[in-house]
Each structure stands twice: as structure tokens, then as C-alpha cells.
């Protein structure tokens, strides 16, 4: 075994993790916020994906305005789906709502199946495609990108949950949903901006990956495992350990590939996820928390 | 008094004339996966179907009767396949039914039309379909065995006996998996690494990396849109300089479209629909090609793929079986085993009693991408 | 007790009956899947409404059944009726020890455990080629043969499966009327007393779950032998989440509930017939629509529509 191989693996494996964390991230925000695993987080993937190739194709805006224009229709749906789904049910229950956001992502996709037909579309990369060597390895400038978007919106993250009065109350809610009500957070709110800030996040990651994988109305529903697999492991946490939880899946599977058998690389995430849930529930770097055992 | 006379004569006329011309109508029944993943199948297939069968209605029919196509979504589901072929049988009576799009749906449904007698004409690849021969089951799309022995011919010719397969985990590339080891002896090939790739995967290159590290002379990998076409960008990315060989699961405008300049240089194994227009005069199959190629374009303003040829041949070849006298469904079996030297898209169909996939190997030609066009490789 | 046996007995008869209807037609076709359907319903029901525990991986337990049935019988020669049991036995042992470490996990997190755990089994039927045939599927299984009979057509499949169907809708409604319903209902709506009152939640949880591995296996047997080919697209995500439709459109907790659902989700696709595109988007919708405006299911649901109709047409009279 030779050492450019193994960084091979290593550079591919953290690109496709990094994704995988931002998803991650999307997931959590929502459940700490409200509860919900939101199974719909993988079609705002998609949508971020198609949304900007149709800025590029039908609107003919130059890169960076798509861009931002495919992240706000992405947070528009956000909205929709939580005022029209989620807010509305009358039992709330665990089961109704993975019932529903599972119904809700089937219905975003068909609706993404009619806009943009069954065809795979490929997007122009944001920075040419010639390769960048790094030791015996090779990446792409597209890989960069996604690695300094993942650290900036994580970045941002940071600066939203800790230092400003919305994120603060975010992180109330998650703590104690009533109690939160009680000092005068408005809950409901609380939980539309987790919805926003969430499928926003989902649609960026969708964006950065699509110049490399391509996109079509169904990429969503893997990643949307994937990105659920990292917030696992990461122990639900809308920081820094899902996003090491998303690198450290990206890079096993990509290992795993290379070295063991690419036919059950999927499998290797699956097992990692089960592993972890019946080992450490609380996630790799957690502390024990018993709501969830 | 008058008046209601007069309606009742031409209400009694309608009726017979209604009468007389669905006892002329040749119902065929139809299945393809227009929906599901496999809808790169069966969208085409259904548009060919269509666009022939209304094409030969416009031309009066077969022998004066008009053909009329039932067609049923089976979104690659083999439990629906099995479904929709009863209720085509049962139901809607159809003398013959052309599909399913893919091999699993079509292994589902051989059961059911072996038991009611109805023949079958498969537009899916696999040759365990027709090998063992069954009574009624035929198909249109060439072998994968063909498409495999063209690959395997053309690296024996310029002696590269050392070849990396990576395919993809469904039923296509798992039949093609299949092929490539078994074939690979004959040609003094031997298969150095064996890889696989789910269809939703959106990364290979941690296959590609161990490709690179094994002393391998030429990759081929076996898929359909759009994983070949992110192997060949991997590829790129990986500075891998092996030639890159693709099977004919990709050969449509869009494989170029997706894979960009990474397409550059890729051979495949094609059927010969994407070159029609470059093909020698003598080529029996150029007239065909042409005309579905043109009829396709009018229709539905898109370029016809060979998928949508697999369809296209399937009408045809019923339509000359009714053509010959046929239009019961036994008939309609004995007049299709008969057809000798029809040159359709996919290829010149001899069929006969040990032979019910009906092609040679000159059924694929090998073709290269360059300048995002396709060349045929000598 | 007796008004529920009175019941069964009307709906045994019904079913027995129906074939006069439809003889011969696709229809037949259609409803043997709907028994087929009813018991796969019927053990997720089990889980999902009696015990209030979420799978979406059941459709692994079916693809199990029906691969274990499906190799025994072909690589193997084993008789059908040998083979069943015991493909059953071997998935409910399967299923009682992954029970244990994967019942502890509550609502999301035992969802996310069920889906791996599904896709784990799809993966494996893909990957082991030499054993399943890989994503080509396995052909020429046998169908089963009772006393010189063969069931080979959708009239003698339905006798058959329809029969296996009631013998588990009848034992469903035992179970469900039994010291063990009671105990399951205490658990579904608070383990926590369920357990101070005695009752030993957590192997409850494992049995039931086993129960229900070993019904859907048995599901998964006779479409194998019913269809004679399966391959592994039959067995994936998507259908698992078409069983939780089921159950959830039918009514949770309640056994005909689970009749109706599978009943509407596999007749369904023939009224959409004419829909084509579009029935990805109805199916999404009719889910959504279900859990916010019938959470009951149509079994409750129905009924409390066609109540409100009546209050309003009284109203409207007075």
C-alpha cells in the first residue's frame, strides 16, 4: 500500500464528508430546535442543486447571483413546508412527524421531477477543472471550494448561535423548549428560523457539490441518509463534532471503498450508524443524555 | 316519427361501422419503466413506440387493420411488471406485448406469458432472457455478451491483455460484471481488479486510486447515466492516462453533454443509431437508422437513442409478423421466430427455433468520442 | 369477543367469495398482492400500532424471507413448505437478537436504526451474487404444491395467500384482544409504568418485534413463490416506507385498518393509471394529507366523516 494512495483516499474521503457534515448540520439545527428529524433535509440538497442551474440556464444570471437566488427560493420552500406541514399537525408525535417530513420529501421530489424532468444535469464548476496535485494526490479546484464553504458557514454558525440575541434563543429552545417560552422566546418563531437557516444550509451544500457529482431531482435522498449518518455520529450537535462526525464518515467510506469492497461501501456508513446508536446513542464525542436511550 | 328513424339507421350504421373497425383493430400491449430509475429506458422506448405505431396507423394500418398500443408504466417494479402484464393479457386482450424496459422485470414476466400463451418481446439486454430459449419470449436489445466481445476484440487486436472492470450494482452493470469475466479467457484477457459502484454514488474515485496503484492496461466500466460519466471525470481528475472504455449504456448525446472534455477519447461499444448518419451506404441498417432518427427528431424534438431503437424494432418486427398473415397471438409467435434479414435499429434480426435474441456481433460498432461527436474506431 | 369473531367470520366469507366476481380477471392478480400486502401491514401494525414502535426496514424482513425461500428451494432443492418455516424461524431468530440493542432506541433514532438496518440487508442481497444472483435477481423458483396442486394461477394463489392472510389477521386479532395487547397498549402509552405494573417491557418489545420479522418473512415466502422471481429493487427503502403508508392510511392499531391500506395503496396505482407522472406527487400528498387531517386513519377516519355529514345534514333539517 503506498502513501499517495492512502492521501488519495484521504482528500476524496474528506470532500465528500465535508458535504455530508454541512447536511449534518442541517439536521441538527432543526432537531434541536424542535425535535424533528427533518427526513425532507435531502431534497433541499436537490433543490439547491437545480435551483441554480436554472438561474444559470433559464434566467442567464452569472454565477454568483444564482447562487444566492437558489439559496433564497431553497429557504422560501423551507418556509412553505414548515408552515404547511409541520405547524399545522394536531398530534405531533414522533411517529406522525417522521411520517410526514418522509411525505413531505416524496412530494418535493415529484415536484422536482415535473420542474426539471428525470435527466442527470451537470453544472459548470465554479473554477475550471484542472487538476490541483497535492503529494501524490490529485483534487479539484471545486474540492477547495467546498472546503472553504464548509469552514465559513461553520464559522458563521459559530457567530449566529453564540454571539447574536436569535441564535442565543435558538439554543434556548433547545435546551427546554417551555422554559425558553416562559423568559418570552417566541417558540414558533424559533422554529421557523431553524426550518430557514436549515434548508438554506442543505441547498449550499447541494450548490457546492453539484459541479462534481451532477444533479437530478433524486440525489437528495442518499445524501440526506449520509448527512443523517454524520449527525449521529456527531451526536446531533449543530457544531464542530457533526462536522468531524461528517469527515470522519466521508473518509471511512472512503477507505472502505479503496481498501476493503466498494460494493458495500454504503453498507460501511449503515453499520457505523447502527455501531454508534447502540454503543454511544450520545454520539462519539457527546456526554450521556437519556433522552435518547 | 321520421326523425327518430332516420337516427336510429344511422345510430345502427355507427354502431356496426364502430363495429366492424374494432374487430380490425390489433391490440399490443406495451411496458416500459417510464417512471423510477430506470425512466432513461423507458421514456424513450414508450416515445418510439408511440411515434411507430401512429406512423404505420397513418399509413393505413398493416394489410387495412390499425394497430393500437396499450401502454403501462411499470417504474422498473418487477411485482408491477407482473401485474400490468396480466391485466394487458386479461384485460385489454392484446395479441402481443412488447417490454419490459429492464432485465429483472422482464425474468418476472416470462413466467406469466409462458402460462397464457401471449409472446413477449423484450427491450431489455440480459441473455439469460432468451438463453435458455423459451417458447414465447424474444428480445431486441443485443446481448451484452456482443457488446463485451467488441471491447475484448479490439484489446486483443492491439494486445493490452491486462483490464480493471468497475461496475455498477444493478442490474445492468451487474450483467456486464458477468460478461466481462467470463468472456475475458477467450481473449487471453485477464481481469486484474474487480470494482463496483452504487448508482447513486456520487464519488469513484476511491476505486479509481486502486485502479491506479494495479498494473492495469484498460479500464472498463459498465453503467448508465450518470455514473460513467463521473468515472470519466474522476478519471480526468485523477490523471489516470489508462484508456477508458465505456459500455453502450452511454451511448447518447447525453454521456458527452455530462462528461464534458472528460468524454474526450472514451471508446464504447455502440448500436449504430448514434453514427447513422456516418455510416457506409452499404450498411443494410442505414435506411432504418435514418428514418427513426428523423421521425424521432419530428416528434419529440430530441435525438432517438438506441434504447428508444430497442422499441422501435420491437413494433416493427410484430408489425411484419401481422404483415405476413398473422394476428392471433400463436400466430403472431410462429411468423416472429420466422423473421429472417429484418434490418432494424439495433441490428439484422435472424430469428429462429435455437435463436430468439436474434443479432450478431455486427449489431455494435465500436465508436470514440471526439470533439464531443462520435467517430467510428477501425 | 363475540361481535369481533361475528366480524371476522363476515369478512372471511366476503374474501372467500370475491373470486366469483372477479374470475379470471386482471383484478385477481391484484388482489393476491393485496393479501400479500395485508400481512405485511398487518406485522409492521403490530409493531407500529400495538406497540408503538416505528420500522422502516421492514421491507428487509420480506426480502429476507423471500430470499431465504428463494435459494433454499433453487440451489438448494428444499420442498416450499420445508423451506417456509423455516426461513420464518431463521428471520424472527435474526430479528429477536438484533432486537435487543436496537429496541432500546426511541422514536427518530429507532426510525434511523430500522432504515440502516434495512439498507444494510438490501446491500447485502446486491452484493453476495453468488448466493442471490446479485442485482440480476433469482429465477425459477418453484411454486408451491399442496396435494397434487399446483399453485401456479391467480385464482389458486389467492385461496392460498388469502388463507395464510386470514390465519394472521385471526391470530393479529387474538393477540391484540389478549393479556399481551393489554401489556403492549401499556407500553405504547408509557413503558415506564407499563414496567411498574410488571410488565418486562423491553422483552416484549424484542418478541413483538420478532413476531413481526416472522409474519413479514412468511409474506416474503409466498411472493417469492408466488411471482418465481424476485431481485433485490423489490425489497429497498421505498418499500418499506410504502408498508408505513399503509398501516398509517389504514388506521395504526387496528388489524382491517391495515386491510384497507394495503388494499388502497396496491389498488391505488390503477386508478392513477391515466395520472402517470403525477402519482409520485399524489402519493407524497395523500401521505401528508393522511397524518394532518386523518391521523386516525381511514379506519377511524371514515366513520367520523360520515358522522359530522350526518350531524350537518340534522342540523340543516331542524
Redesign the interface.
Known amino acids: 500500500m503506498?502513501f499517495d494512495?492512502i492521501l488519495?483516499?484521504t482528500l476524496?474521503?474528506l470532500?465528500?464528508g465535508a458535504i455530508y457534515a454541512l447536511i449534518g448540520i442541517g439536521f441538527s439545527i432543526i432537531?434541536n430546535a424542535t425535535g424533528?428529524?427533518n427526513f425532507a433535509q435531502g431534497e433541499f440538497v436537490m433543490l439547491g442543486g437545480l435551483l441554480t442551474l436554472s438561474c444559470l440556464e433559464l434566467l442567464k444570471l452569472p454565477l454568483w447571483a444564482a447562487i444566492p437566488c437558489a439559496i433564497v427560493v431553497s429557504a422560501a420552500v423551507g418556509i412553505l413546508f414548515e408552515r404547511l406541514?409541520i405547524r399545522?399537525?394536531?398530534?405531533p408525535t414522533?411517529?406522525?412527524?417522521?411520517?410526514?417530513t418522509?411525505?413531505?420529501?416524496?412530494?418535493?421530489?415529484?415536484?422536482a421531477?415535473?420542474l426539471w424532468g428525470?435527466?442527470?444535469h451537470?453544472i459548470p464548476p465554479f473554477s475550471g477543472?484542472e487538476?490541483i496535485?497535492i503529494g501524490g494526490a490529485?483534487?479539484?479546484p471545486q474540492h477547495l471550494w467546498i472546503l472553504a464553504i464548509t469552514l465559513i458557514i461553520i464559522i458563521i454558525n459559530k457567530v449566529y448561535f453564540y454571539h447574536t440575541i436569535s441564535g442565543k434563543a435558538m439554543r434556548a429552545c433547545s435546551y427546554n423548549r417551555r422554559a425558553a417560552g416562559l423568559v418570552g422566546i417566541d417558540v414558533r418563531r424559533m422554529v421557523l428560523f431553524s426550518f430557514i437557516i436549515s434548508s438554506a444550509m442543505g441547498a449550499v451544500a447541494g450548490i457546492i457539490?453539484a459541479p462534481?457529482?451532477?444533479t437530478?431531482y433524486?440525489?437528495g435522498?442518499?445524501?440526506g441518509?449520509k448527512g443523517?449518518?454524520a449527525a449521529?455520529i456527531g451526536g446531533m450537535s449543530s457544531g464542530m463534532s457533526t462536522v468531524i462526525g461528517g469527515l470522519l464518515l466521508g473518509v471511512l467510506?472512503?477507505?472502505g471503498?479503496?481498501?476493503i469492497?466498494?460494493?458495500?461501501?454504503?453498507?460501511i456508513a449503515?453499520?457505523i450508524?447502527?455501531l454508534i446508536?447502540?454503543i454511544r446513542?450520545q454520539g462519539l464525542f457527546g456526554k450521556a443524555d437519556s433522552e435518547?436511550? | 316519427m321520421k326523425y327518430r328513424f332516420t337516427y336510429l339507421v344511422v345510430s345502427a350504421l355507427l354502431l356496426l361501422a364502430t363495429n366492424v373497425f374494432a374487430a380490425g383493430t390489433i391490440k399490443i400491449g406495451a411496458l416500459f419503466a417510464v417512471t423510477g430509475p430506470a425512466a432513461f429506458l423507458g421514456e424513450p422506448e414508450r416515445n418510439s413506440a408511440k411515434m411507430v405505431v401512429d406512423e404505420i396507423n397513418r399509413a393505413g394500418g398493416v394489410k387495412g387493420r390499425k394497430l393500437e398500443l396499450v401502454v403501462y408504466d411499470t417504474a422498473g417494479d418487477a411485482t408491477k411488471a407482473v401485474q400490468l402484464a396480466t391485466k394487458l393479457i386479461k384485460d385489454d386482450k392484446v395479441v402481443a406485448i412488447i417490454g419490459p424496459s429492464t432485465t429483472g422485470e422482464t425474468m418476472a414476466v416470462i413466467p406469466v406469458v409462458e402460462r397464457e400463451h401471449i409472446p413477449l418481446v423484450s427491450c431489455s439486454a440480459g441473455s439469460k432472457i432468451t438463453d435458455p430459449v423459451k417458447k414465447w419470449v424474444f428480445k431486441t436489445a443485443q446481448n451484452d455478451s456482443l457488446a463485451v466481445g467488441r471491447i475484448y476484440e479490439y484489446l486483443q487486436k492491439s494486445k493490452q491483455t491486462k483490464v480493471s472492470i468497475l461496475t455498477v450494482s444493478d442490474g445492468f452493470g451487474a450483467s456486464g460484471r458477468e460478461q466481462l469475466k467470463s468472456q475475458a479467457a477467450k481473449y487471453g484477457i485477464t481481469v486484474v481488479s474487480d470494482d463496483t459502484y452504487g448508482p447513486k454514488d456520487t464519488d469513484m474515485t476511491a476505486q479509481l486510486t486502486k485502479i491506479r496503484g494495479s498494473n492495469t492496461q484498460a479500464i472498463i466500466c459498465w453503467g448508465t447515466n450518470p455514473g460513467p460519466a463521473l468515472v470519466a471525470k474522476n478519471v480526468r481528475q485523477l490523471g489516470i492516462k489508462t484508456p477508458l472504455f465505456m459500455s453502450h449504456g452511454v451511448s447518447s448525446k447525453k454521456f458527452i453533454e455530462l462528461a464534458g472534455d472528460a468524454a474526450e477519447g472514451i471508446k464504447l461499444p455502440s448500436g449504430k443509431v448514434v453514427v447513422a448518419d456516418i455510416l457506409p451506404g452499404s450498411d443494410k441498417q442505414k435506411k432504418s437508422l435514418l428514418e427513426f432518427v428523423k421521425d424521432y427528431q419530428k416528434h419529440y424534438r430530441a435525438e432517438g437513442d438506441h434504447f428508444g431503437g430497442h422499441a422501435w424494432d420491437a413494433v416493427m418486427l410484430i408489425r411484419n409478423a401481422i404483415a405476413r398473415g398473422a394476428d392471433t397471438a400463436p400466430a403472431i409467435r410462429d411468423q416472429l421466430e420466422r423473421t429472417r434479414g429484418f434490418a432494424g435499429i439495433g441490428g439484422s434480426f435472424n430469428y429462429s427455433a435455437q435463436d430468439h435474441a436474434g443479432l450478431g456481433k455486427d449489431a455494435f460498432v465500436l465508436v470514440e468520442v471526439r470533439n464531443r461527436d462520435w467517430m467510428i474506431v477501425k | 369477543m363475540k361481535r369481533d369473531l361475528l366480524l371476522f367470520i363476515a369478512f372471511s366469507l366476503l374474501i372467500m367469495v370475491a373470486p366469483q366476481f372477479f374470475e379470471g380477471g386482471y383484478l385477481m392478480n391484484v388482489l393476491v398482492f393485496v393479501g400479500i400486502n395485508t400481512m405485511l401491514a398487518i406485522a409492521l401494525n403490530l409493531l407500529l400500532g400495538y406497540a408503538g414502535q416505528i420500522s422502516l426496514g421492514h421491507a428487509g424482513f420480506f426480502g429476507l424471507g423471500a430470499y431465504l425461500s428463494g435459494v433454499l428451494t433453487t440451489t438448494y432443492s428444499l420442498n416450499p413448505w420445508v423451506a417456509m418455516p423455516v426461513a420464518a424461524i431463521t428471520v424472527g431468530f435474526l430479528a429477536g437478537l438484533i432486537g435487543f440493542p436496537i429496541l432500546k432506541l426511541k422514536g427518530h433514532y429507532l426510525a434511523m436504526a430500522t432504515l440502516g438496518l434495512g439498507i444494510i440487508i438490501y446491500i447485502v442481497f446486491n452484493e453476495t451474487v453468488e448466493l442471490t444472483g446479485g442485482p440480476s435477481g433469482l429465477s425459477a423458483i418453484p411454486n408451491l404444491q399442496l396435494a397434487g396442486i399446483i399453485f401456479d394461477s391467480d385464482v389458486k394463489n389467492y385461496y392460498l395467500i388469502w388463507g395464510m392472510a386470514l390465519a394472521v389477521m385471526l391470530f393479529s386479532i387474538n393477540l391484540a384482544n389478549s393479556r399481551v395487547g393489554r401489556a403492549l397498549r401499556a407500553v405504547h402509552d408509557s413503558e415506564i409504568a407499563a414496567q411498574v405494573l410488571g410488565v418486562n417491557a423491553r422483552l416484549l418489545k424484542v418478541q413483538i418485534f420478532a413476531l413481526s420479522a416472522v409474519i413479514s418473512s412468511l409474506a416474503g415466502s409466498l411472493y417469492a413463490h408466488t411471482m418465481t422471481f424476485i431481485s433485490p429493487t423489490s425489497f429497498g427503502f421505498n418499500f418499506s416506507i410504502e408498508l408505513l403508508t399503509m398501516v398509517v392510511i389504514g388506521g395504526l392499531g387496528s388489524i382491517y385498518g391495515s386491510f384497507l391500506g394495503a388494499a388502497l395503496l396496491t389498488l391505488l396505482p390503477e386508478f392513477l393509471r391515466g395520472a402517470n407522472d403525477y402519482d409520485i406527487i399524489i402519493y407524497g400528498g395523500l401521505l401528508v394529507v393522511m397524518v394532518m387531517f386523518m391521523p386516525g386513519g381511514l379506519v377511524r377516519g371514515i366513520p367520523a366523516l360520515f358522522r359530522k355529514v350526518v350531524e350537518k345534514v340534522g342540523t340543516g333539517h331542524a
Do not use: H, W
Open positions: 503506498q494512495q488519495q483516499y476524496s474521503g470532500s465528500t432537531y424533528i428529524i406541514a399545522p399537525l394536531r398530534q414522533p411517529i406522525n412527524l417522521v411520517i410526514i418522509i411525505g413531505g420529501s416524496i412530494l418535493i421530489r415529484g415536484l421531477m415535473l428525470k435527466d442527470t451537470a477543472d487538476p496535485a490529485t483534487i479539484l457539490v462534481l457529482t451532477m437530478a433524486d440525489v435522498v442518499m445524501l441518509l443523517f449518518c449521529i467510506e472512503s477507505l471503498a479503496g481498501l469492497s466498494s460494493g458495500y461501501k454504503d453498507a449503515f453499520i450508524l447502527l446508536l447502540f446513542p435518547r436511550v
